[in-house]
């Protein structure tokens, strides 16, 4: 009996030993070491520079800026037409109007667009618990609400009827229903307008942040865009020439589109892509996330002539440029600085483009069968067809340049009735050093009426911006301003004129209904 | 709250020390009772000795009274005393690992019992439960077991894979390449977002991981808990089953046992696939309109040499990318040595063994070296010490890009056929097709899998030491501490190379990741069983903790040359390391109780606390009940001649996901501070980026799942025919689901966790077996079936849906499977086809599909925005099109012997069930120029209507190839998975042979997958699952299985 007393003894022992070693209550408090949660985190100004350096980060991925966002705009414009059969299904369907709300393309970026935003609120919501440097804390909600602005220009431009959310989601119930275009485009307003109260001026920020050239650029394309002209004069006049601050066209037309001249005086508004010369792209994180991320753009890739060659200029565009074969009294350079042809040198001169090197679809320029690609943004002016095999770039991608902002004013002078302002700021453009075109008028453009300063306007706008992603939110408004003799997309329906809203928003958005 | 929670503590001790000094007292005043009884029914004192077949004492054996609760266990010499009620009274005695016999006392009072070593059959006599064993016969859950002999029968890595269709309900599939994890679910999906992999405890160990890595020659047995009155003593854990394993010990007859095995095959693949050749190729780019405008098939550039000083042209070249990529007669070998013994004091099990397997497709392998030693030994009376310890590595060389979501398999379809494999004149020997030139861009998959390398290489140990105390000879405490800790070193690289085309890099990345995973087990059990008459009563007490220290650690940098293959020297160094931890308390009490083996009742609780939740919902209670009753120990019953067998049991409990898949921090959305990086340009070049990616949910809590069980064990002619039949209902009211958050909120759609669902399984399961054991000819037929409905009862709202899965490639971006409430969970989703258009009458007559032409396909118009049909072909009218879940799965397992030889034949198989053939939306789909399946040259002309293949067309601008019922293909099967041929030498002829150095020595031949009988049209019917569970049954092109052939032996010294 005694004995057994013993174990029952080291047993009570044995169990209180191991209750010592383990104190559960407290091991069972675990956090996760590696990432800080909501609740204390945002709460410095460097916490909320991070906040708003995380929506750069998004623009920049491949659902927006670095692929998917161009080629919406591009497969949605009449710039643009496949370059063979290696364009993939989804493209070539929206290139064709037929557009399926399960389409790839476009929830990447719907999906995307809503991260800036939805990153933008982040910061906006969490901005006033910062209070140890107003400055910077002022500079990043400017910067917020100038790229939530931009995704609201981009929703309503591209969507039309879209939800809005001015605050972060805090349940998975707190969706919000569709607004009129006229209410996102009105959004895009107000925060384009607080952004651009607020941002500094280029000299005042560090390169590919938002500025208040910028805000004003993007405030007076949202104006246009609703129609309110004389706002959007106002706006884009505030976009000074002169100055630390001051923009101006660059005297050569290629430095807009190549690697060593990024952010020159012409430029307003650039996502940064950044090579670090293993040739890979971001593949993984569609809003480009992962602190070791590549941080390259595949536009240079998707439509270079030697390599991909999946899109390539409309036969449009092509014969946009002036030429003396049809009449005018000089080759427009800007032929030749956009657009490459066999025969054409690349790779610093030390190669010439042949029609074998571009494989797919051929175009017709002035009756003729030729080969053409972009130059626009591509890197083989500097690189051979073998390094180009596959090589996403760093290249800027420029958003908004002087050049535009002058295209933009001339419109809305001639919607003021303001005609010679306009061909004033048209003949600004011809005059650049590298292109030098005869001023307006001209004997193919006059420039008398209305309709004649209307024409050289879509004329300049093409053969300046071509491939840009310009022109298919000009279609959008020309349309409406009754532009054009013919309808510029072979697919045009009123119901094709926005994209449909996305099938997984549809299912997942009661509220939508 | 320290000093609350030193009281709390205290109060726990108190309590068990407490119910421990209640067990003591009462088993003290036990021995009074029982002599009363004595008195009272004059009963007879039988002794004895129990033995082993060579005359070993066998202690701890089992010695009954049959149709009593009387019962005794043999000492360590092997004695026992019993007081039998009568002189006809009939002993049972009973041991694990023997078979059980039955003796009639015929007025005998001291008897010498020789236990024989128990066939496969005999198994059933114990199971293994969750803390503890059980005799069989008072089992009231559904447990299933498999002895070693099944277990070992296939040449396959893990235990897992080797379970596939030995147990009704517990399905295995393999999914993956030499070395991955199968899928192993049992009783069927359990939850919507996350794996449904059951629990695997090996020697009482629970582990976070699968059985990969674990030896199945090292096996005793496999047991197999099914409802949640077995498996709900591992509560939280429990929902999807619990399989424990229980490795080998030693015998105690003082004899050293030596095993050798060892087999080698090959392996080949079963099945090609009807691509195009080169002339082929060109009709069909004729057929899609694009041949003009590919400067390939220019003639000056189509005749011309394939590389610089090649004297074929692209013309003459005609490469089987099928015949490149699968390998025939790849090796698959397996060796084990064991050697075991031990005496009355120690005993002891160790062995080495060895597997390697190679892919049937490039460059993949893998290969195992482990070891293993299990002692134990008897200290006293009192006190016993036990160990086990395993350790494994392997090495495991796998194909990224068999889980990219354009494959291995899905890049051979799709390469063309005038492009040769290899390329002497390239960087790196491989030449691939130019994206704009040849007007395709797939991958070179030859060049994929052998240009670089990619590997696994992994560490695991397993230990575990154990104090067993007998305080009484009914009430035990065993005190266990044990360590698992896993390494995983993953290594990629890619060397500089350029093939001329698609595939190319210009500086040579080098990844190293090393994740290691440290769980420490502590175990405190009492347990108490006693016997008073026909009483017996069986208690379990457990506290037990478990934590887990994961590190996951990954450096990556490029190299400019191929020189050198590691990080020294490489520049854009990038390097990351994060720490996650869990922890795990649990209380557990289990009470068993029988009257006279007839009247079974068992119920038990677990009470868990897991940091993984968020604070205030981290403990949560499991509590199970079940009864049973053994009909054929009652009098009507016993004398019966037929029924040898018959029981009735019923069971009722709670049980919880497997956490192991959940994460450490599933409620939490925190903020990736760092986690990107925005370039801009100035003096903070690279200033980084913090944002949240979900919406946290601090009312997540654990998700319990109700489970019924009812089941009926059935023998008759002294269990010659047996039966086994279950039925369930398992039903969860509170699933986890990711609750899609529209896409607008700005997640990406990720959606958040949330405990809002609710889904039912309702199944059967039949087991039927035929025992001939007798005679020269000797055979054992086991048939199983079961079968599983599947229901999702409630979503978060009434029309809420889960599209999950989808591929711009493979369908143009549908979802493949939706989710509903009033459906089975992740069905099949998209258009039913209706023919195809003949003329442009049809496309006008018919609702309204934009841009159809004759020679697309027509869709039916199911429904539209009003939920009737509008006339308009659109996302309404997508519906069902199937499930991957089957109507039922069954197999046959046949084995037999007749004098030295034995034979086994295996079949299973599934019926009913859907598969989303991709790879042929890959070889049919015709959206772009790829190579693709010899049907295409069949497609719709105006000239060739008779066909069900849609016209050729780039850009597919009716979707011909969207998700619909085009490709969804019956996924039945039936497989002859496994044949053995084994002959065993005559001890005659091996002493003759070797004198007596040889005891025994068994050859055998055995094939694996030689017949599959299916209807489904790609490599292999039987699916895996590549992106989580609500995309089972989607072939994504998987590495298909393979038929090998083996030749083994066996031998013991």
């Known amino acids: 009996m005694k004995r057994k007393h013993i174990y029952v003894g080291i047993l009570a022992a044995g169990i209180a030993t191991t209750g010592i070693t383990v104190s559960c209550n407290k091991e069972l408090e675990t956090t996760n070491q590696n990432r800080p949660t909501t609740a204390t985190y945002f709460g410095t100004a460097s916490e909320i520079e991070a906040g708003t350096n995380s929506i750069y980060s998004a623009w920049k991925g491949f659902n927006l800026v670095a692929r998917e966002w161009f080629f919406i705009h591009d497969l949605r414009s009449d710039d643009m037409a496949s370059g063979g059969s290696q364009l993939e299904a989804p493209r070539r369907q929206i290139l064709l109007g037929v557009v399926d709300p399960s389409n790839p393309v476009l929830n990447s970026v719907w999906n995307a667009l809503y991260v800036v935003i939805q990153r933008a609120n982040t910061v906006l919501d969490a901005a006033p618990r910062a209070t140890d440097n107003t400055a910077v804390v002022n500079r990043c909600v400017a910067e917020a609400k100038f790229l939530r602005g931009w995704a609201y220009y981009e929703l309503a431009s591209q969507w039309g009827s879209v939800p809005i959310y001015t605050k972060g989601a805090i349940s998975p119930t707190d969706t919000q229903p569709k607004s009129p275009a006229a209410a996102v485009f009105a959004q895009a307003v107000k925060d384009l307008q607080e952004s651009a109260a607020a941002l500094p001026g280029k000299s005042g920020t560090t390169a590919g942040r938002a500025t208040k050239a910028a805000a004003y650029a993007m405030l007076g394309r949202t104006l246009m865009q609703t129609g309110d002209y004389a706002g959007a004069k106002a706006a884009l006049l505030n976009i000074t020439t002169t100055g630390a601050d001051g923009y101006a066209l660059t005297d050569r037309y290629l430095d807009n589109f190549e690697e060593e001249t990024e952010f020159n005086k012409e430029s307003i508004l650039e996502v940064v892509f950044f090579d670090k010369g293993n040739n890979n792209f971001n593949w993984g994180s569609g809003s480009g996330d992962d602190p070791n991320a590549e941080l390259t753009t595949v536009r240079n890739q998707e439509y270079n002539p030697v390599a991909w060659r999946n899109l390539i200029p409309s036969d449009r565009v092509l014969n946009e440029y002036e030429n003396t074969l049809t009449g005018a009294t000089k080759n427009d350079p800007r032929y030749g600085y956009s657009i490459y042809q066999s025969g054409d040198t690349y790779n610093k001169g030390l190669s010439v483009i042949t029609d074998g090197d571009q494989g797919g679809d051929a175009s017709k320029l002035r009756g003729n069968t030729v080969k053409a690609g972009w130059r626009k943004f591509t890197l083989i002016y500097k690189e051979s067809k073998e390094a180009a095999g596959f090589h996403p770039g760093g290249n800027n991608q420029r958003i908004i340049r002087y050049a535009e902002v002058l295209l933009m004013l001339a419109e809305c002078e001639i919607e003021a009735g303001t005609l010679p302002q306009a061909v004033t700021y048209l003949n600004q453009i011809r005059a650049r050093a590298s292109v030098a075109m005869p001023a307006y008028p001209t004997a193919q453009f006059p420039v008398t009426t209305k309709a004649d300063v209307v024409k050289a306007l879509l004329h300049e706008k093409t053969v300046e911006l071509a491939g840009e992603e310009i022109r298919n939110v000009d279609i959008l408004r020309w349309r409406k301003k009754g532009y054009f003799a013919t309808e510029p997309l072979s697919w045009y329906t009123a119901a094709k004129e926005f994209l449909p809203i996305p099938q997984s928003e549809i299912d997942n958005n009661p509220k939508l209904q | 709250m320290q000093y609350y929670l030193l009281v709390k503590k205290m109060k726990i001790y108190l309590v068990l020390i407490g119910a421990i000094s209640f067990l003591h007292a009462a088993a003290s005043a036990k021995p009074m009772a029982i002599k009363v009884l004595e008195n009272v029914k004059k009963a007879i004192p039988v002794t004895g000795v129990v033995t082993d077949d060579s005359g070993k004492a066998l202690a701890g054996v089992s010695v009954k009274v049959k149709g009593t609760g009387i019962g005794q266990v043999t000492d360590e010499q092997g004695r026992f005393r019993i007081n039998a009620p009568s002189a006809n009274s009939v002993l049972v005695i009973s041991y694990v690992g023997f078979a059980t016999q039955e003796i009639p006392l015929n007025g005998l009072t001291e008897l010498t019992v020789q236990l024989k070593q128990a066939a496969s059959g005999a198994l059933n006599e114990v199971v293994v439960v969750g803390y503890g064993s059980q005799r069989r016969a008072t089992v009231t859950g559904a447990i299933s077991s498999v002895s070693a002999a099944t277990v070992t029968a296939l040449p396959v890595a893990g235990i897992d894979q080797a379970l596939q269709g030995r147990v009704a309900g517990l399905n295995v599939t393999n999914n993956g390449s030499p070395g991955s994890a199968p899928l192993v679910t049992i009783r069927g999906i359990s939850s919507v977002s996350f794996a449904s992999d059951p629990l695997y405890v090996v020697d009482g160990f629970p582990l976070t991981t699968g059985l990969q890595q674990y030896d199945a020659k090292d096996i005793e047995r496999v047991d197999v808990l099914k409802d949640a009155s077995t498996a709900a003593i591992y509560g939280s854990r429990a929902t999807n089953g619990v399989i424990i394993v229980t490795t080998k010990k030693g015998s105690r007859n003082g004899n050293l046992n030596v095993t050798f095995d060892s087999y080698a095959g090959v392996q080949s693949p079963i099945k090609k696939l009807d691509l195009l050749n080169t002339q082929q190729y060109l009709q069909y780019a004729t057929n899609l309109g694009v041949i003009g405008s590919i400067d390939r098939f220019k003639s000056a550039n189509f005749n011309a040499p394939i590389y610089a000083g090649a004297s074929q042209t692209y013309a003459q070249t005609n490469t089987d990318w099928q015949d490149e990529y699968f390998i025939k007669n790849a090796l698959l070998t397996g060796g084990n040595i064991g050697l075991s013994g031990g005496n009355e004091v120690s005993r002891f099990h160790t062995s080495a063994g060895y597997f390697k397997q190679n892919g049937i497709a490039q460059a993949l392998n893998f290969e195992r070296l482990n070891y293993r030693i299990n002692s134990d030994h008897i200290i006293s009376k009192v006190f016993t010490f036990g160990q086990n310890l395993y350790t494994s590595v392997s090495h495991q060389r796998y194909d990224p890009t068999l889980t990219a979501n354009r494959t291995a398999i899905v890049n051979l379809i799709r390469m063309p056929p005038y492009i040769p494999v290899y390329d002497p004149t390239k960087i790196g020997g491989f030449q691939g097709p130019i994206t704009s030139f040849d007007g395709s861009d797939p991958i070179n998959p030859i060049e994929t899998a052998l240009i670089g390398d990619n590997r696994i290489n992994s560490f695991n140990l397993l230990g575990s030491a154990y104090l067993d105390v007998n305080i009484l000879s009914s009430l035990k405490f065993r005190s266990t ?573």
């Open chain 2, 481 to 1053: 501490f044990g360590v698992n800790y896993l390494n995983n070193s993953t290594y990629n690289y890619t060397p500089i190379f350029f093939d001329g085309g698609t595939g190319v890099s210009t500086t040579a990345p080098v990844s190293y990741r090393r994740q290691s995973t440290l769980v420490k087990l502590f175990t405190q059990q009492l347990n108490y069983d006693k016997t008073f008459d026909k009483h017996h009563v069986g208690a379990t007490a457990v506290f037990e903790t478990q934590s887990l220290n994961y590190n996951n650690q990954i450096e990556t940098g490029n190299q400019p040359t191929n020189l050198i293959k590691t990080l020294t020297g490489a520049s854009n160094i990038n390097a990351d390391n994060s720490v996650e931890t869990n922890f795990l308390v649990s209380y557990v009490g289990r009470i068993n109780y029988d009257y006279a083996g007839k009247y079974l009742f068992q119920a038990s609780i677990r009470r868990d606390g897991l940091s993984i939740w968020a604070p205030g919902k981290k403990y949560a209670n499991f509590p199970a009940a079940s009864i049973g009753w053994k009909l054929d120990q009652e009098d009507f019953l016993k004398s019966s001649k037929t029924i040898s067998e018959l029981k009735l049991r019923a069971s009722y409990g709670l049980t919880g996901i497997n956490p192991n898949s959940l994460g450490n921090y599933p409620y939490l959305a925190p903020v990736q501070a760092n986690g990107a990086i925005f370039p801009y340009v100035g003096s903070d070049n690279r200033p980084n980026s913090s944002f949240v990616n979900g919406i946290t949910n601090a009312n997540l809590e654990w998700e319990k799942t109700k489970q019924l069980n009812v089941g009926v064990d059935f023998g008759v002619l002294n269990n010659k025919f047996t039966l086994t039949a279950e039925f369930f209902k398992r039903q969860t009211d509170n699933l986890m689901l990711v609750v899609p958050t529209a896409n607008s909120i700005g997640y990406l759609g990720t959606g958040t966790l949330d405990n809002v669902g609710g889904m039912r399984n309702t199944g059967v399961e039949l087991q039927l077996g035929y025992h001939k054991n007798t005679g020269d000819f000797k055979y054992d037929i086991t048939g199983l079936i079961s079968a599983i409905r599947n229901k999702v009862l409630f979503l978060n709202s009434p029309s809420a849906s889960i599209p999950s899965g989808s591929d711009p490639d493979l369908g143009g971006g549908d979802a493949f499977t939706n989710t509903r409430a009033g459906e089975s969970v992740q069905y099949f989703y998209g258009w039913i086809t209706d023919g195809i258009f003949q003329n442009a009458a049809q496309v006008a007559s018919s609702p309204i599909q934009s841009n159809a032409a004759p020679g697309d396909i027509k869709f039916k118009d199911l429904s539209g925005p009003n939920g009737v049909p509008d006339g308009v072909i659109d996302n309404f009218d997508r519906t069902k099109l199937g499930s991957f879940l089957p109507n039922f799965t069954y197999s046959l397992n046949y084995s037999a012997s007749y004098k030295n030889f034995d034979a086994s034949v295996f079949f299973q198989g599934v019926q009913g069930n859907e598969i989303l053939n991709t790879p042929r939306i890959i070889m049919e789909g015709m959206s772009r120029l790829f190579n693709a399946g010899t049907n295409v040259l069949n497609a719709w002309t105006p000239s060739n209507t008779n066909t069900d293949m849609p016209r050729a067309t780039t850009g597919d601008l009716n979707r011909n190839a969207r998700i619909s019922s085009r490709w969804i293909e019956d996924g039945s099967y039936l497989r002859l998975k496994n044949v053995i041929l084994g002959y065993t030498l005559p001890t005659t002829t091996l002493t003759s042979l070797s004198g007596s150095t040889i005891k025994r020595l068994r050859v055998f031949v055995s094939s694996t997958n030689l017949l599959t009988f299916t209807g489904y049209k790609g490599y292999d019917p039987e699916i895996g699952s590549k992106n989580g569970t609500l995309t089972n049954g989607v072939d994504f092109g998987q590495y298909p299985s393979a038929r090998s052939f083996q030749f083994g032996i066996q031998a013991g010294f």
